[in-house]
């Protein structure tokens, strides 16, 4: 029997008990789908809870610091390094940042002591800040070292009494800073009673040298985070001394987000593995049930001249008609779950992915189509004619 | 010709069959089915096997189409010993050498005329454009040649008996073996493939072996035999 008559044969079979193959086939389309998306989308997912969810997207922010308290010789991040530490992999972002403690403001004739932190327009975005009132000043007061700032919501109601104090003039150490916005998303209380200034504008108008020697890095998931810590200190070694340098890790946060998404990934990957099970089982059952509703289309076809071999093929490319078929409309409904889930967490995988987990689903598919089908087809091609001619 | 074929003496038979036995084996006892079975069949000959249900008549069919394996004796067909065939060449025997009619016109369901005459020339190994033009030719002999694309589940039961006699010499056999052909038709269909069938040996290079027992069928026959007890008479 000719391949292209096996194939013509075979699709033509499936497509007449396409009824009796339904529920197969959509069990193991959908395991394919949920498999794609598994592949293709888990890191997105996992990129967008870093973004978006505080308590999760906490844990893969590492702070780097110099003690410089400690250490006889300051340290700051030179450029070099900066540039050292972005192009690391598992790095989505970082953010430079200077602080002074005790700065003072009066107003209305009060005293209030708090920490002015200068930072550069990535900080908020690093640290997941958002604005509370107004803005949160960007690139372009970082450019033009403006003399505006942001304030810690506490410090407002403490100093003002009330959040909404965009716009405000604020006087700090008898220079007048105007408020852009007030800061939201802060669960670090010291934070929400600072002042935050861009990091260019602090080195112009503080006295003194001011040194940027902590570094906020936010790596892509918390998967990376490990890996990222450990290369730190050997990369900021590079270009200039570590003497005093801190990786600062919240490791426990991180062990149970990593252990809970593991136990998510993995039930997933459970389920997925039981789907693909129950469409081998399904496969294997309508097999063994067209093999006996068929018994005298056997007879019949080796009455005919049909070789073993050739009811073998048939209905073992029947089986693999199924399997790829139900793997071909999973790779279709995948595409479509993950162009709807790309849209709504704003981000896209990488292409060559999806074609990955179309071939690992394709390969999966014919394992499953051979495994399940060579018993029934086996069953079928070793009949005897007569009896199978015979068959009630 | 091989090996096996140059034993048997040839005198023009097509089918020699000699000292046939078929026996059962129910556990209990050895039921002898057939018992010492000669005869030869000729080319242009329809032979009609007549006897009571249970004397073995579908037996001796299913042997000569090599569905079943005799307890001993020997068969040649066109020179060849063809008890002495392994499987597949069983196989090649089925879909070159002989044609099968069945009792229950047994159409493949849920297929087209024209798929059920296609799978004997694709086990045959005939090339795809070739199969249109022998389909018809088949179909044109018992005069159905309009019906090529009709499905068999919509045909009438003469009409689907003639596929299934069409569907039997697609593959131009030396020899078809009709199992009771008429069983299920009325008297005029009946003669209707009874006609074909002389219609068929006509050409002077084909055998039909026709079980029946319907005595006008059987008449129509070029011999008529007969089987008791497991026994074959010449009538």
Redo the contacts between chains.
Sequence with gaps: ??L??LMR?SV?QVI?HRRRYMGVVLAIALGVAGFLNIVTMSREVKNNFNENLDLIGGVTVLRIYFDNQRSYRPQWFREQTLTALKRLDGVKELSLTAARHGQKSNFKGQHFAFMVLAVDEGFWQVRNFWPLTGKLFGLDAVNAHTRECVIGAELAKRMFGDTQVSGTDLEINLEIYRISGGLGGVTDSGLANSVFLPLTTAADRFPGRLLADRLYLRCATWDDVGAVAAAIPGIVKSFQSPEELHVEVAWEALKRVQLLAWWIEFLIYLATSATFLLGGVGIWNVMMAAVTSRT??IG?????????R?ILAQFLSEALCLSVGAALLGAGIGRILMEILGYVIESRPPENLFFFGVTLAFVFAVVIGVGAGLYPSIRASRM???SA?RYE | MNKSASSSPGNGALIRVTDLCKTYDNGVDLIQVLRNINFKVYPGEIMAIMGPSGSGKSTLLFILGIFLHPSSGSYFLGGQDVLSLDRNAQAEFRRNRVGFVFQSCDLLENSTVYENLEFPLIYAGVDRQDRPERIAVALERVNLGHRIHHSSNRLSGGERQRVAVARALVNQPQVILADEPTGQLDRSHGHSILDHFSEIVSDGKTAIIVVTHDPEIAAGCTRISSIRDGVLYEQ
């Design positions: 029997m000719q292209n008559d044969v033509r007449r005298r289309e019949l076809k080796k009455a005919m001249g049909a070789e073993d050739d005897e004619v007569v001619i």
